[in-house]
């Protein structure tokens, strides 16, 4: 079964500097990945997605994110972060090994805080 | 264009009542599901319909069952609601059971 570990509950950046979003996923076979983004009292945006294409994929939003296979990694970035981007962010995994549930697993969320 | 749409929004119940939580959406989806957010949880998934006529058990059935009416609307009851069940429901839908979630903007559900 595949898991997401995002790390950090909690990030803080100030407005105009990197955003960094850590995540890390384990997966049997090549996953799919995504990152969602949930701002106050919302459902879930998705704003990018990795399906074996090119390994840098542009979301909306001005983020991007790279896979990783050897680091296991799917870590979120923007270059200057805008008060506008503080929400909750969520990665996310696909099963393609045609076992297991439909849907995705997510993992726990990380808060963005953007300071003034 | 409305997506997904959930109703109700808020919801308090009292341990022990029955309630179904209702989802459409209009994106002629085959893929539906339902999830609920707990704070420093994520999302966990509660059941899910690959198609018309079928649904299957997630990460969290307990205490939930499920029903696909047709393909735009897949509904959630809770039987006997107890304050565990007291979360933020999401309902999604996809286009393929590989592809990107759609969701609607979620049920506040309290239970006392």
């Known amino acids: 079964a595949q898991s997401v570990t995002q790390l950090g509950s909690h990030v803080s950046v100030s407005e105009g500097a990197l955003v960094l979003l850590r995540c890390n996923y384990s997966s049997s076979v090549p996953p799919y990945l995504f990152w969602y983004v949930q701002y106050p009292n919302q459902g879930l945006q998705l704003l990018l997605k990795y399906t074996s294409a090119a390994t840098l994929v542009k979301g909306i939003n001005g983020f991007e994110a790279e896979f990783k296979k050897s680091e296991t990694s799917f870590h979120l970035t923007k270059p200057s972060a805008h008060m506008s981007d503080a929400a909750e962010y969520f990665c996310?995994?696909?099963?393609?090994?045609?076992?297991?549930?439909?849907?995705?697993?997510f993992g726990k969320g990380t808060h963005l805080i953007i300071q003034p | 264009n409305a997506g997904v749409t959930q109703t109700p929004k808020f919801q308090v119940l009292k341990t022990g009542q029955s309630m179904t939580l209702q989802c459409a959406q209009d994106m002629n989806h085959n893929s539906m599901y339902w999830y609920r957010q707990d704070p420093g949880m994520g999302l966990r998934l509660i059941y899910y319909s690959a198609s018309e006529g079928t649904t299957d058990k997630g990460e969290v059935p307990n205490g939930y069952n499920v029903s696909r009416l047709n393909k735009r609307e897949f509904s959630l009851r809770l039987e006997s609601a107890a304050p565990s069940q007291t979360s933020v429901y999401f309902c999604?839908?996809?286009?393929?059971?590989?592809?990107?979630?759609?969701f609607g903007n979620g049920t506040r559900l309290t239970v006392t």
């Open positions: 999604a839908s996809s286009e393929s059971r590989k592809s990107p979630l759609h």
């Open positions: 996310a995994v696909s099963d393609q090994s045609g076992g297991g549930a439909d849907g995705l697993t």
